[in-house]
């Protein structure tokens, strides 16, 4: 276990984890492409406390939320829960985790059955999972919808006479009524207005806090992140770019990529003058991610080293980790060796071009050496058609 997790009460510990989805299969099914949606990601998140996972959309963040919740067979890597390892339990014990580990979705209008009224809807898993007896369950729901914000004579109305954070608050009160440790929030706020997303973040705090709940909450927004998180993971092509405290993260991101993001943060203070940093060119196909660092084709400080050779996560300072050359020691005391090797690899790329450039010509000359050929049969072709 990671020195930094010894001394913690750590309710999940994720290990390498990799999730990839074939692309490409041959006649027999074998997979000949696939997908790295999440590719080697470790953390672990303290009791009580909350992990942000952040990146552009297409980084592997709901893939990573899902993979956790078991939603998906990981292909890779152990997911450690409450101290047991549940990357490949069985379907019984996996019933018991259905309750433990809750998610709340992003998009409160598809995710609540529309014939269903609220209180059946709250009701439902904690009928099924015997959480109260029941006679209490009426009541229970209610102290729940009261805990959440909703108004108890709601009991009897449909998902549709809601609004949009109402609707979330039944998401959150349906999630918390089986009593779980660990709440996956994926996009829990994207798609509500600014106003109400203050609200519904302030109410998952406090829950929080009385509950003692354990949030793993994935979010493009960092300034949603920054208020809600205790630290922060950064994901970019299903990678880890940096991972770190959250207050160490704002006051000194390092990685390139993170600081790209972080300076797109509006500042509250307006004297303050912001250095943005602009992301060049789009983020490329996940399907077929760029060599070495897989930010390198985006990265203002990208050196040749970082177009061949992956960068390692280090420790660059208590419990802050980054995934980029510029920290790395051993790099960047080679980097004369490394450009020379690029050197190397460049002249042979360019040789072999050139090779298949020569061939292609080749080939193109022999047809058009071949073509009077075939021209010099046509009089006689024409005879044949003449006579
Ligand atoms: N079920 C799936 N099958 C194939 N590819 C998928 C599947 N789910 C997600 N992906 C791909 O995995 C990558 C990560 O997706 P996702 O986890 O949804 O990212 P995010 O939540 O950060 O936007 C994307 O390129 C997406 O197209
Ligand atoms: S490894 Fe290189 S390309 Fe990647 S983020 Fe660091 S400097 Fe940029
Ligand atoms: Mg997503």
Redesign the pocket.
Known sequence: MDENVQNKDIILEVKGLKKYFPIEKNLFGKTLRSLRAVDDVSFAVARGTTIGVVGESGCGKTTLGRTILKLYQADGGTIVYNGEDITDIGKKKMRALRTSIQLIFQDPYSSLPPRMTVGAIISEAVRVHHIVPKDEIRQYVRDIMHKCGLQPQYYDRYPHEFSGGQRQRICIARALAVKPDLVICDEPVSALDVSIQAQIINLLKELQNTMGLTYVFISHDLSVVKYITDQILVMYLGNM?ELGETEELFANPL???TKALFSAVPVPDPDLKMDRIILAGDIPSPANPPK??K??TR?R???N??RFKE?AFVEVGPEHKV????YDQEVMQHLEEYDREWARMEEERLRQEAEKEAKRKGKRSKTAQDAPAAEAVEPDEALDDER
Do not use: S
């Open positions: 770019m990685h390139p990529y070495g660092c930010f390198h990265c400080d990208c050196m080293v970082c960068p995934a980029c050359h510029l």
